[in-house]
């Protein structure tokens, strides 16, 4: 009896671990054979994060546009996994959601079948920086006040502030505690 072949593995990386809302970003796909005989793929697919767009462009085993639907994008072959732990990878740019969070992505490859011959599972994790506070024109004067370091700590961190004739200082929020800036 002959042993079952080896499935391919697939593997998913993330450009970065953190981007801005909105920003750039990308990933690669890998898929690898670790069996002997080399291993013909008709579809390598990626299911975006949600808020996650496709921007280009792909490079690797090919540089064709996905088809895209929805979150959803597929690069058509056929492509040819070379064996005895041959592989071939993608690379292609995203546009990251706008929604500050964690997000993870999978992907795969597809035989003339239609069946899945290798996925990632949720993997490529991708964390969206939250957004920092919008700083108003108000606070801006307040950052020209030279040798305040405490007073522009407070002003960046949103603490509250309170003009004393036209100096600035930070409020006191209850109890006797002196503030004092050097």
Same mark, same amino acid.
């Given at each position: 009896?002959? +042993?079952?072949?080896?499935? !391919?593995?697939?593997?998913?990386?993330?450009?970065?671990?953190?981007?801005? /809302?909105?920003?750039?970003?990308?990933?690669?796909?890998?898929?690898?054979?670790?069996?002997?005989?080399?291993?013909?793929?008709?579809?390598?697919?990626?299911?975006?994060?949600?808020? &996650?767009?496709?921007?280009?462009?792909?490079?690797?085993?090919?540089?064709?546009? /996905?088809?895209?639907?929805?979150?959803?994008?597929?690069?058509?072959?056929?492509?040819?996994?070379?064996?005895?732990?041959?592989?071939?990878? !993608? $690379?292609?740019?995203?546009?990251?959601?706008?929604? +500050?969070?964690?997000?993870?992505?999978?992907?795969?490859?597809?035989?003339?079948?239609?069946?899945?011959?290798?996925?990632?599972?949720?993997?490529?994790?991708?964390?969206?920086?939250?957004?920092?506070?919008?700083?108003?024109?108000?606070?801006?004067?307040?950052?020209?006040?030279?040798?305040? +370091?405490?007073?522009?700590?407070?002003?960046?961190?949103?603490? /509250?502030?309170?003009?004393?004739?036209?100096? &600035? $200082?930070?409020?006191?929020?209850?109890?006797?505690?002196?503030?004092? !800036?050097?």
């Amino acid at each position: 009896l002959e +042993p079952p072949a080896q499935a !391919l593995t697939a593997a998913k990386t993330a450009d970065a671990d953190t981007v801005a /809302p909105g920003g750039g970003g990308g990933y690669t796909i890998t898929l690898s054979n670790p069996g002997a005989d080399a291993v013909t793929v008709e579809s390598i697919t990626d299911t975006l994060p949600s808020g &996650f767009a496709y921007a280009g462009p792909t490079t690797g085993i090919t540089t064709s546009d /996905p088809a895209v639907d929805g979150g959803k994008l597929t690069w058509s072959g056929p492509f040819t996994v070379p064996g005895d732990g041959g592989t071939v990878s !993608l $690379h292609f740019g995203v546009t990251a959601a706008t929604t +500050p969070g964690e997000y993870f992505n999978t992907a795969g490859a597809v035989d003339a079948a239609g069946a899945t011959v290798a996925s990632t599972g949720p993997t490529a994790r991708i964390v969206v920086e939250g957004n920092r506070p919008p700083v108003a024109e108000d606070d801006l004067a307040l950052l020209g006040q030279a040798g305040r +370091p405490q007073l522009l700590a407070d002003v960046l961190l949103g603490r /509250p502030v309170e003009d004393r004739g036209g100096e &600035f $200082h930070p409020k006191r929020l209850g109890g006797p505690a002196e503030v004092r !800036l050097q």
